[in-house]
């Protein structure tokens, strides 16, 4: 008689064993054949699930997009309160905060970005992930600026594409920077550099 | 009777061998295996010089900071004219431009950059090239800032640290995407928005 097993069950246990390797191990013992040791399953019915470890990593990195997705949804109402209180830098901060790893869990999420990264400069078929989770944070980016030139708090001359490149690169930057050298490139740093780069946007589009 | 082999010319033919690969057909293709095919030798040879495609990556990576680091040199005396006519952003622009992938050498040096992080992310050993590299752009940028402050193209309120850091993120930043999508992220973006960027420190620091 076969066993009958919960595909929706095991592949959430699988998930969990995939993200615990990652966070104290790093990505690269996230191997099929890590993950089933890890689960304690057979190498086998992990391959059902994950036949490579490009698929591992493009779950974990669906994963990555999903969460950073409901944490935005959940801080919504709080940051519309304080963007209503005539707040939208901090608003702006609250929102531009979760994309970047500020901590454990997020660091560790951005440990599996660059993985998922590295993995795609090498197979360029592995691209179409990467763009939509691109696409996520330009938009997050473009969004928080569109809504503070709303509030009055970038100055009307200032390009808002351009403005999105260029704080979407600081992003990236800061997020590279904090998963090289979290010590040097800290927390506290990286919020105060982001709150200044958005405090510059109320002056007048230089040149 | 043995052959002599002269082996600064075949380090600089691999070398060369090496920089072909990468720039036609991307960083994986330049294994120990690719290398050999490419310069028509056998794998021995080639391990003589590289026994593993980490050591491949460590040499492409220190042709990077070599090429660079010639790059910078040979503009001094331009970029020490244009200062000392005044215009400091048009300085420090020559100068981190030397930085960012701008042209097709530059890109092709960003590819191995970017390959060679991948690898370091999985091989924290690995790690020392890259923080020498990070450390040498880490300095252009304060450099940069400390030359415009001191003709006064960076307000005296701005603290130089942490620009530093806002300034060295935007440049990573820019680099990866130039590397990821050079068609939206174009020179023209990345020339305007860096531009913009020392315009702003012309201005008092926010808050």
Redesign the interface.
Known sequence: MPIRVDHAERRSALADAVWRIVRRD???AASVRGVAREAGLSMGSVRHFFATQDDLLDFAMREVIDRAGKRIEAGAAARSAIAAAGRGVDAAMALLEQSLPLDEERLTEA?VW??F??QM??HPGMAAI??EA?EGLRTICHDSLAGLAELGDVHASRDLA??T??L???????T??L???PVR?SAD?VR??L??????L??P???
């Open positions: 790093g990505v690269p440990r660059a993985a990264t590295a400069l090498s990467r763009r691109d351009l403005e490149e260029r979407w690169a600081l992003l990236d930057g800061l590279f920077h998963l090289l050298d490139t740093v105060t550099a709150r200044i780069h958005l405090g510059d109320q002056g589009a230089p040149g």
